[in-house]
């Protein structure tokens, strides 16, 4: 953690955030000042055990993950690798992948996604959920569905499951999202979202 973020405390401009469920925790190194070309960059640690969503896309995003420490298994478009430290994988936007701790150690990554888009609010906002005791998937993703609707919604060019077509998840998603806001859900997180101009 930053000298700005102390032990035990997540403020929403902390630049560390934690998904105890998924086993990660991440630092922002570097937020892009122009989301639509500039890249996210950050730093991942992950329990044994602990993984990212299962088998996902981002429609508009490359995503790239470097081993700093510990095993990554990823899966990228139907083949898996064990990745070492000073080891690699690219994956373009559009294909379908998730990744885990292959080892039996912490695993410490270094990764990003260009363009950057709101990536970092997303995260911010589902680690937050998870982190304060929403129902959520073992990937860290809320259960409830009508909140994940309106919340997805919102963010629809981060990530779409692998296993649906894209436009079926849309609709689903346009169809539930109103549901979600009849129950009292919104889009907006200021408590998990930081200050800035």
């Known amino acids: 953690m930053s000298p700005h973020d102390p032990p035990g405390v997540v403020t929403p401009d902390a630049e560390v955030v934690t998904s105890p469920p998924s086993g990660k925790t991440v630092r922002f190194l570097d937020t892009p000042d122009d989301p639509e070309c500039d890249p996210l960059v950050f730093e991942m640690t992950l329990e044994p055990g602990g993984h990212g969503p299962m088998r996902h896309v981002h429609p508009e995003q490359d995503e790239w993950l470097d081993v700093e420490a510990g ?34 150690d912490e695993l410490r990554l270094r990764g990003g996604v260009t363009p950057g888009l709101r990536t970092e609010q997303f995260m911010r906002v589902t680690y937050g959920l998870a982190r304060d005791g929403d129902p959520v998937t073992p990937s860290g993703m809320p259960l409830n569905l009508l909140r994940l609707a309106v919340l997805l919604r919102e963010y629809d060019d981060m990530l779409y499951l692998s296993a649906l077509p894209v436009w079926l998840q849309q609709v689903g998603i346009r169809l539930v999202e109103p549901l979600g806001r009849l129950a009292g859900y919104d889009n907006r997180y200021v408590e998990y979202l930081p200050r800035r101009p």
């Open 71 to 104: 095993r990554l298994g990823v899966w990228v478009d139907g083949r898996t690798h064990d990745l070492g430290s000073g080891e690699q994988v690219v994956i373009p936007a559009g294909t379908p992948h998730r990744f885990w701790n292959a080892g039996d």
